[in-house]
């Protein structure tokens, strides 16, 4: 591979543990002699954990003491040898692997307040910019119209206030919110609200349509929905909770509630139960796979068993008439709708009783607070010391202190079937983990580097690392509403350059759009990116054309990872400066140590259970990527049971989470064996890298050959790489239907 690029590495490391080979040997080592030894290591020194008779708060640190605060918040309280589980890993129900069994946290106490308490509330925590460009701005260079800091005070204020205002709304701990919003920070406050006081929360991405919101709030069982007035993209202000909220809540119905109403409502007196019985089982096996769907096709599949049903006119129009009037008349989806005032909106329809005002709320809520801290008013708050205001907010509002896997949120992915699976992260293992592969990935310093996640937090890449691993490593961290390439393509270089951007994160079609076309390059030289140390792509396969223009554009320390929305974290990635493990524009990229990752193929029949044999893939032959030992920040379960989930033995859906993920392989006898399976192709080389090359499921057969669509596309874009004159901007394979080949690019 000699005439791959690699640059050299970077001369400084202060973070990363893994900074040779043998230290990643080491490690892999450790963790397949005690896993649970391993990650407790870990989440021990990385997050704070609560001892319930000390009421405190303690981490564990370099001399093995533990150290951190007591529950007034007024004093600090040190401790040896203490451990914050029974055990640090329990396998006994697998898939459902427990992690620090008995331990109790609170993702947001690690997020927030801890940092407060340490001295560092005047930092920043986010950096906020709106849509709206002013090219006049930064000396004719261009800036946003609408731009924040939010320091790391304030939002453990604003926080603490939002759950307050929850708690008023009836909700506790084991409750469920969804929050559909554009990218602003009020998202993060409502966000970190839910973590302190254990509401689950399922995220939202604004674009998703009114069907989808419907059928995820439907399943999470959310009480409470958090929306705004409005968006801003491509500076034009648009409605959201019109268009998505309302929408969701008032078109739709649940299936389950239209078969109760169908059920139970009255028969005209010239009815008959027969005729009922029909309808029922009719709707049910025609729509019972679905979540939500409108009044008007339930009444369509009624309509079709009237049709064949043999009653008279009059009677079969009562009948009609009766049932769609119980469907109108369906009970509230959602006791209160929560709007946040950010677009400016005017006249926006609203539903008496159900819709009430972010601000409203917030300042009933302050006063609260404000009483029982014995304050007279805001600025007497904001006058205390970090360790006064947080012990003043703890009087009201402490954070919950909550099993170690107890739901954090609940994030949904497309199911085979198109029905969305929630698959749930957890208080303890997911925070410790995340925030630990900052460390490895990219050398990030507290208080020193700065974050540019390019994703919204309705995705895991915003909820892991826009939010939770920035917060929880104190790094700040930018959020940007809208497109990063608005009104061109230098909006996104501007940005790394006023914030001094040291960390970035993007996907590959993002970096695509840049290559596209020549204009797009002098739009982003105008600007200075030399602040950034390090930067990654994400979840997408990428092409070693991709990645060099990435390393020639940005930073030559441009890595490969590779996660998804179930694994939470990286998985996959380069260890910053780690020079045994050579960074290359090749794609490629390594298994972290306590990623017992691999290649495996299918072999002979499928039993009775769904599973196969199978076999390790030879180096460079291609199969589907495997991880076969359990870490703390995978998903812990699929979402359901959802009545059961204050139980010490809940485990969720954990059938359909089996059957998804660990479903696949059997040993030798036929015993299952618990290989976590995300569906996505891979190759493995001698030097212990992979590379990755799409969905397993995404392929074109093509004469009896089955091709990979990311395999076609990569070659297609190398002309980038070998043609300075290249016209390719960018492509995407489908496959089409064709006579003698069954299917052609």
Partial sequence: MTD????????????????????????????????????????????????????AWLSQGQDDSWSGWSGDAAKSTELSNWVPWQQALDESAAPFFRWFVGAKTNAAFNEVDRHVLSGYGEEAAFFYEGDRWDPASNKGRGGPVQH??????????????????????????????????????????????????????????????????????????????????????????????????????????????????????????????????????????????????????????????????????????ELRAELAEALANSPARVSSVIVVRHAGIVDIPWSEGRDVWAHDLMAAAEEKILVEAGLQNREALDALSNRELVAALWQSIPPLPVSADFPLFIIYTSGSTGKPKGVVHVHGGYIAGISHTMKVSFDAEPGTDVMWVIADPGWITGQSYMISAALTSRIPSVVTEGAPVFPNAGRFASIIERYGVTLFKAGVTFLKGVMSNAQNLADVERYDMSSLKVATFCAEPVSPSVQQFAMDLMTPQYINSYWATEHGGIVWTHPYGNADLPLRADAHTYPLPWIQGDIWLTEGEVDDN??????????????????????????????????????????????????????????????????????????????????????????????????????????????????????????????????EKGFTP
């Fill in 148 to 317: 924040s800091r939010l320091s790391r005070r304030e939002l453990l204020v604003q926080s603490v206030v939002a759950a307050q205002a929850l708690t008023d709304l009836g909700l506790s701990c084991g409750d469920c919110i969804a929050i559909n919003m554009p990218n602003i920070l009020e998202q993060i406050i409502w966000t970190e609200a839910a973590k302190r006081i254990g509401v689950i929360y399922t995220p939202v991405f604004g674009g998703f349509s009114d069907k989808t919101l419907s059928d995820r709030i439907e399943n999470a069982g959310a009480r409470v929905v958090i929306t705004a007035d409005g968006a801003s993209r491509n500076a034009e202000v648009a409605g959201f909770k019109e268009i998505y909220t309302d929408p969701a809540l008032d078109r739709y119905i649940s299936v389950a509630t239209a078969l109760k109403i169908l059920a139970e409502a009255p028969i005209g007196s010239n009815g008959d139960s027969e005729t009922k019985s029909m309808i029922l089982e009719h709707v049910r096996e025609n729509l019972g796979g679905e979540i939500t769907l409108t009044r008007a096709e339930i009444m369509r599949e009624v309509g079709q068993v009237l049709a064949r049903a043999n009653l008279g006119t009059t009677q079969t129009s």
């Fill in 610 to 739: 769904g599973r196969y044999e199978y076999r390790a893939a030879e180096l460079e032959e291609k199969g589907e990527i495997v991880i076969a030992r359990p870490y703390p920040y995978l998903a812990r379960t699929v979402w359901g049971d959802a009545g059961n989930v204050l139980e010490p033995d809940w485990v969720g859906d954990l059938d359909r989470y089996e059957n998804t993920y660990f479903g696949r392989f059997r040993d030798r006898e036929g015993g299952p064996v618990y290989a976590y399976l995300q569906g996505d192709y891979a190759r493995r080389y001698a030097d212990g890298s992979f590379s990755l090359h799409g969905r397993s499921d995404d392929v074109i057969n093509v004469s009896g050959h089955r091709m990979g669509t990311e395999e076609i596309e990569g070659a297609i874009l190398k002309d980038h790489q070998i043609n300075p004159d290249s016209k390719v901007g960018n492509c995407i394979i489908i496959g089409a239907r064709a006579r």
């Fill in 4 to 55: 791959v690029f690699a640059p050299a590495p970077p001369a400084v490391v202060r973070q990363n543990p893994i900074r040779s080979g043998e230290d990643w040997q080491a490690m892999r080592e450790a963790c397949e002699r005690d896993a649970g030894a391993f990650h407790g290591d870990i989440a021990a020194r990385t997050i704070h954990w609560f001892h319930p008779e000390l009421n």
